[in-house]
């Protein structure tokens, strides 16, 4: 519920994947593996934690985003987002 930001993240072409519908989170990563190998960017971030927890533990990561980069062949560049946490916790 933030203006504008909707409209930005459309706009550079985010491909959400619904976690909750098996079907439909396959077919999210099929198109964008398309998209990933007709682009000329070959840039995707992947959560692979997959959301905020209410304490800001980690989870468990999920495997989609590796077996994106494995079926695409795009290299994979490990980063982390320190602090984000209690800059904004989950509900904010």
Not at 25 to 37: E, P, S, W
Not at 75 to 80: H, Q
Request: glycine content about 8%; proline content about 7%.
């Amino acid at each position: 519920n933030i203006p504008l930001l909707g409209w930005a993240i459309w706009c550079a072409g985010t491909v959400f994947i619904d976690r909750k519908n098996h079907i439909k989170a396959v077919t999210g990563c099929d198109k964008l593996a398309r998209q990933l190998n007709e682009s000329k960017s070959k840039s995707l971030w992947v959560c692979p934690e997959g959301t905020r927890t209410p304490d800001g533990r980690m989870r468990p990561f999920k495997k989609g985003g590796l077996v994106l980069a494995i079926d695409t062949k795009l290299p994979v560049v490990p980063m982390a987002v320190c602090g984000a946490y209690d800059v904004m916790q989950k509900h904010s």
